[in-house]
């Protein structure tokens, strides 16, 4: 069933573009982890933005699993593209070991493969072309010094992270480990905290939300009842925050403690939603990637290279932007 869907969505957006008029030299595809997502309609936007700018020199595919969708739906999306023939991919890995058949498959097809958001397991980088996006190890110990800043002399921590399996978000983690223990450890997610320069981290962190924003409030919910007293809690990713109303209700019983630097909530990603949560005191600090520039340098990326230019710089960083509550109109890169 979830195969016929998945068919089902292509053939869509292929008669699409046939009934539009458009007359696409390439077509490119933009797989996310998950649809309904702020952070990858911001990817898909630049996706679409570099489209346009081609004059019909491609067609961006914005496409992959549902809203909380895995690596299993990922997979079978990225074989059907690949059996369609499309010209190019670019994908944010959900599962970076899962991804490693549909990689290969894509290379022994000679179609130009991209990473973005989240790249291939080490071992495997060899199957795409090249990474783009963030130094997910920054976002980590850039979520660290905001911490670090607020309890200089540590404390009990909780890590929330996204899947198990996902190389961004495991990186992240590493980071943060790394940089509150000021010591590098030898892979991700990194060595756990157990006292290290007074950082320890709670029975049953970190949690994993598998990108389920839902879940990942519940999670914030339960714990914090079960703990209180906890000095920081510090998502990898900006689970919680994309369902606004929900998480102000579960982080507004705390906004005393986050006021009073009790409790050190410091959150990835700085969508406007994000930012406008912040300035109400639901957190004391957003690291942010940029993913609508994901979406546009892959797409350009990828059509340099079927134009016979160099292929990108691997890896390609876009940036990050650092907020606190005082720097909230200043922060962002424009």
């Not at 389920?212 to 714990?223: A, I, L, N």
Request: one cysteine or more; aromatic letters at 6%; proline letters at 6%.
């Amino acid at each position: 069933m979830k195969k016929l869907l998945i068919s089902t969505i292509l053939a869509v957006g292929a008669l699409t573009v046939a009934a539009s008029g458009a007359q696409a030299k390439y077509v490119f595809a933009l797989v996310p982890k998950n649809m309904n997502n702020p952070f990858f309609d911001q990817a898909r936007d630049g996706c679409k933005k570099a489209e346009a700018e081609s004059n019909g020199a491609f067609e961006c595919m914005y496409i992959g699993p549902g809203e909380h969708g895995g690596g299993d739906e990922q997979v079978a999306i990225m074989q059907d593209l690949i059996a369609k023939k499309v010209d190019g991919i670019a994908v944010s890995p959900s599962n970076a070991a899962a991804m490693t058949v549909a990689a290969q498959a894509a290379k022994e097809a000679g179609i130009p493969l991209l990473t973005w958001d989240s790249d291939l397991l080490p071992e495997n980088k060899d199957l795409r072309v090249a990474y783009i996006g963030t130094h997910n190890y920054e976002i980590g110990t850039n979520l660290a010094k905001l911490v670090k800043a607020i309890k200089p002399n540590g404390g009990t921590i909780c890590i929330q992270s996204g899947g198990a399996a996902a190389a961004n978000h495991n990186e992240r983690m590493q980071g943060i480990r790394d940089e509150l223990a000021g010591k590098a450890s030898a892979a991700s997610p990194g060595d756990r905290l157990t006292g290290q320069n007074g950082w320890t981290e709670a029975e049953g962190c970190p949690h994993y939300t598998d990108d389920d924003f839902p879940k990942s409030v519940q999670q914030f919910e339960d714990f914090m009842a079960a703990n209180p007293k906890l000095d920081a809690f510090v998502p990898t990713g900006g689970f919680p925050q994309f369902i606004p109303d929900a998480n102000r209700a579960a982080v507004g019983k705390y906004k005393e403690q986050i006021a009073s630097k009790a409790l050190a909530l410091v959150v990835a990603d700085t969508l406007p939603v994000q930012i406008d949560q912040m300035k109400e005191g639901l957190s004391l600090g957003q690291v942010g990637q940029r993913p609508f520039e994901m979406g546009y340098k892959t797409m350009m990326a990828l059509r340099d290279m079927k134009d016979g230019k160099a292929p990108p710089a691997d890896p390609t960083y876009t940036g990050l932007d650092v907020c606190t509550p005082e720097t909230a109109d200043t922060c962002i890169a424009k």
